[in-house]
């Protein structure tokens, strides 16, 4: 895993921006696997801004969102379609019929996760995938004790997963209890991926998934197991990591062919 500390969030979020807008230049057809949260909004704020001043052209983009929510439209204020719409989907020329999210309001929501995983196989697979964390370690909707192998499929939400979707959400309304989410097992099969984490609220998920042992109990740490995982983390969720200073070390030393490979 590559662990990449910055001084702050906005570094780290341009930074994870600055490798989507590269993907997405070199390959005009890439498939982009996204992430909703407080975390990720930034980085879409930027990649508008790329789109806008600098001519990002996201026509020939398909994208996959890593969750969804059970049993509500578009319209609900936690329905992360209506996220995306609101943070990236309607900024961008990102072509409607190519923004794919689990079908949260399948009759059949078994049937619904298998199509969203032969979408994903149809579409080629994801080339680059961004991920948030929970604080307890989740990634997409993987709460803990998920399968390493899972694939995309009905999850029941932690009680402070709820209350920090909830915390997020207009006084008063109840996030739903189930989501469909992208598997930890269909994640890793990504070509790459980069994760965002800030704040201290973060640190203890942050350590414990790229120091700790790989355990369905820290779902993230299943990264450990993918060959091309980037962490941008400000100093603030870096903050228990044992290595840093060898983090650190590693990126002033960064090969100028490796930065030039990455984006980063
Ligand atoms: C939700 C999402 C995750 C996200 C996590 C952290 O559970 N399903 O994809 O990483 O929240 O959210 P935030 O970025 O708001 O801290």
Redesign the pocket.
Known sequence: MEVIILPSATEATLAGARIVARVVRESPHAVLGL??????ERLYAELVRAHRQEGLDLSRVTTFN??EHVGIDDAHPASYRRYMQEHLFRHVNLRPDRTHMPDGRAADLDAACAAYEDAIRAAGGIDLQL?????DG????NEPTSSLASRTRVKTLTAA?LE??RA?LPSGTEPPRH?I?MGIGTILEAKRCVLLAFGE??AAAVAKMVEGPVTALVPASALQLHARTTVLVDEEAAGRLALADYYRDVQRNKPAWQRERDGS
């Open positions: 992430a909703t949260g407080e975390t990720p890593l969750d991920l948030g964390i929970g604080a989740h990634i997409g909707f997963t920090a979707i997020r989501v989410t609220r973060k």
